[in-house]
């Protein structure tokens, strides 16, 4: 992730490299000041966009992929992947305090054996997953010598 000057200049890396930035989130805050990135080590950290240390990303578990910040900027959204249900957590930056906030489940979970990706609407009102369905059929032979 890059910072580039709209009236010309040369991009700026807004963070060390290996630091990963979730491909399916929305990782930069509302006030375009800050976002949230996995650094080398895999920790989640807050990035200040115009330069300086990271931050640890609080209340967000390292299994845990954070979706995007609410629309005031004051909590991330995180999921776990690959579970059903996905159960969406909203993390409050200033406390690290979770509360549940949205389950998210296939009307027929019968082989859903993970939902991934997930994504939230900027408002937090709508939603998107993806999930693939394994299923088969079991024959019973009988008599056959």
């Not at 290996?18 to 930069?28: D, E, H, I, N, Q």
């Not at 080398?40 to 640890?56: H, I, K, Y």
């Not at 054996?113 to 024959?139: E, F, H, K, N, W």
């Amino acid at each position: 992730l890059y910072v580039q000057d709209l009236a010309g200049g040369l991009p700026r890396p807004v963070a060390p490299e290996g630091t990963r930035f979730p491909l399916s989130a929305r990782p930069v805050s509302p006030d375009g000041r800050r976002a949230f990135a996995r650094d080398g080590d895999g920790a989640l950290r807050l990035f200040p966009l115009e330069g300086g240390a990271p931050e640890p990303l609080p209340g967000v578990e390292r299994e845990e992929e954070p979706l995007r910040f609410s629309p005031d900027g004051l909590f991330v959204y995180a999921y776990r992947p690959g579970q059903v249900p996905a159960r969406v957590t909203r993390v409050e930056l200033a406390t690290g305090r979770r509360e549940p906030w949205l389950e998210i489940h296939p009307a027929d979970r019968a082989g859903v054996p993970a939902i991934t990706p997930v994504q939230l609407t900027a408002d937090g009102r709508g939603y998107v997953y993806g999930y693939r369905r394994v299923l088969s059929d079991l024959y019973v032979v009988t008599g056959v010598e």
